[in-house]
């Protein structure tokens, strides 16, 4: 089986069966962000435990419209940071991010992004990268909103 193949095989897969979907409670943020070039839309929450260098993203839950590129993406995305120390899953997002914006010409770490190397054949496509970047601009945005605030978990009591 050829690369590409292979690639569009894992996206496909999680596009069929997404990974954590589904909005969860607790959480600290929650954020919508749009994608307007494609029309892809993803409504995401953060919970994350602890402060500074203790803080760790302990679930990450969601709700995407769209294409299979985004909606996969934000499959895995929420696998690459669930359950990890917060500073390490933001190293993983900078690790996505190069992927996505060398247009092809860097290689995937598959130790670092797992199923993630999949998107390295979208990063040949610059309309596409937006799609595949959108749930991580989300969880980024929403994770630093939720450390912006004393960590109180909304609930159904507290909302
Ligand atoms: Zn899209």
Known sequence: MD??????????????????????EPYEAEVHHVNPTCGDEVTLRVHVSGAGEDAVVEDVSYDAEGCSISQAAASVMTDLVIGKPLA???????????????????????????????????AKFPARVKCALLSWMAWKDATSQALDQTATPVTEETR
């Open 88 to 122: 390490e899953a933001m190293s993983v997002h900078e690790t996505f991010l190069a992927l996505m914006q060398g247009r092809g010409a860097v290689e995937p770490d598959e130790d670092v992004l797992e199923d993630g190397i999949a998107f390295a054949g979208v």
């Open 3 to 24: 690369l590409d193949a292979l690639y569009q095989e894992i996206i496909l897969d999680h596009y069929k069966n997404p990974h954590h979907k589904g909005l969860r």
